[in-house]
C-alpha cells in the first residue's frame, strides 16, 4: 500500500495539486512569464501554457517567438511521455554559462496537446530565475520534474522524498 501524502488545504486564490487532474491538462496563463539565465532574460511571454497533473506544479511552456532560441542548443536526448508523446531537450547556453538538458519540447504531440508542439519548458533548478506574474518561483524538487511552485500552488509535491509512487 502507498504512503499517501496529506492534502494541504488551499486558502483563498490558491489551487492544490492534488485537485488537479490525471490524465493532465492542458490551460492558456493569463500574465507575464520570463527566465533570466547569466543574468540575461532568455525567455519572455504573456503567451505561454501550462500543463496541470495530479500531485505535480505547474510546467509552463514558452511559444518558440518569444525566447532567444539561439541560446538553446539541440541535444540528442529523448523521452517519451505518456500524456504527450515524444520529447526532445536542448541545452542553454549564454557565454560561457551552460545548463546541459534544462529545456525540452514535443514537436509533435499527441493532438490533446497539440497546442504547445514546439513550445519550451525550462528546468528552473538549472536557471538563475524564473517568473510567473512577478513571483520568482521555486522549483519542483526531483531531478526529473520541471513544475514551478509559486505562492498559489501547494502540495506536498511529488519530487519529495519518498514520492516515487505517488
Known amino acids: 500500500m502507498l504512503n499517501r501524502p496529506q492534502r494541504i488545504e488551499p486558502k483563498p486564490g490558491q489551487e492544490s495539486v492534488w485537485d488537479y487532474p490525471r490524465p493532465p491538462r492542458l490551460e492558456p496563463v493569463s500574465g507575464r512569464l520570463w527566465i533570466v539565465f547569466n543574468d540575461q532574460v ?18 509552463y511552456y514558452f511559444p518558440p517567438e518569444d525566447i532567444q532560441m539561439d541560446v538553446l542548443k539541440s541535444s540528442p536526448r529523448q523521452t517519451f511521455c505518456e500524456w504527450k508523446g515524444a520529447c526532445r531537450y536542448y541545452t542553454v547556453q549564454v557565454g560561457d554559462n551552460v545548463a546541459r538538458e534544462a529545456a525540452w519540447y514535443y514537436p509533435n504531440p499527441v493532438p490533446e496537446f497539440a497546442a504547445i508542439a514546439g513550445y ?9 530565475a524564473c517568473y510567473v506574474r512577478g513571483e520568482q518561483v521555486d522549483a519542483q524538487p526531483g531531478d526529473f520534474y520541471g513544475g514551478w511552485i509559486t505562492q498559489e500552488i501547494v502540495g506536498p509535491f511529488k519530487g519529495i522524498q519518498g514520492s516515487w509512487g505517488w
Open 42 to 59: 532568455i525567455a519572455d511571454t504573456e503567451n505561454a501554457y501550462r500543463v496541470l497533473e495530479t500531485s505535480h506544479p505547474p510546467v
Open 120 to 128: 519550451v519548458s525550462f528546468y528552473a533548478s538549472q536557471m538563475d
